[in-house]
């Protein structure tokens, strides 16, 4: 459970892998890399509510680094 007091900042590391490979391309790979990512708790009265407990999020390979992908 988030808890702003208790904890401000979470960084996780996850791996992302390509699911569309293309079989011409396929001795180049593996095709997954890894990426961190930094969640900042924000102050609030009550707490956060998960619609679902797992998001999936797909990101084209040419979007702009820093890019928003996804909104929980």
């Not at 990512?37 to 407990?53: G, K, L």
Request: cysteine-free.
């Amino acid at each position: 459970q988030l808890d702003y007091e208790s904890k401000r900042l979470y960084s996780l590391r996850v791996q992302v892998t390509n699911t569309h490979i293309d079989r011409r391309f396929e001795q180049l790979g593996p095709f997954s890399d890894t990426a961190t990512i930094r969640i900042t708790v924000t102050d609030v009265d009550e707490p956060p509510v998960f619609i679902r407990a797992l998001y999936i999020f797909e990101v084209d390979e040419d979007t702009p680094a820093g890019s928003s992908v996804g909104t929980v």
